[in-house]
């Protein structure tokens, strides 16, 4: 299992990308939520509101998954994977029943 946390704008970009991955079998369930984002770009400090996703789902699919979210956004974002130490064999098991193991072939980025 792993995770994605994803930054967008809108609360409706993780909506329609939630339901784009579940749709490909590409995601067992998804977060998102509103925080505050401090960052600099292009020499100035600025500060907006954020949505933040949490994509749970199988190891291997990350270029399938940042290619859904780049259909929807067009602006630099953080798209970033991190692998839990452990999970539940209920949510677990909820995951390989959803979620097909991906393929070893299966590329780790689009870079």
């Known amino acids: ?3 994605y946390y994803i930054t967008l704008n809108k609360d409706e970009e993780a909506r329609q990308i939630s339901r784009d991955l579940f749709a490909q079998k590409l995601a067992v369930c998804a977060n998102w939520f509103p925080i505050t984002c401090a960052y600099v770009w292009e020499g100035e400090i600025c500060e ?4 933040v996703l949490i994509v749970k789902t199988q190891a291997g699919y990350r270029s399938r998954i940042e290619s859904v979210i780049q259909s929807y956004i ?6 970033a994977e991190w692998v839990p130490n452990g999970v539940n064999s209920g949510f677990q098991n909820w995951l ?8 070893s072939s299966e590329p780790d980025s689009l870079d």
């Open 1 to 3: 299992m792993v995770f």
């Open 48 to 51: 907006e509101p954020e949505i």
């Open 74 to 79: 067009t602006y630099t974002n953080c798209i």
């Open 96 to 103: 390989n029943s959803v979620v097909p193991f991906a393929s």
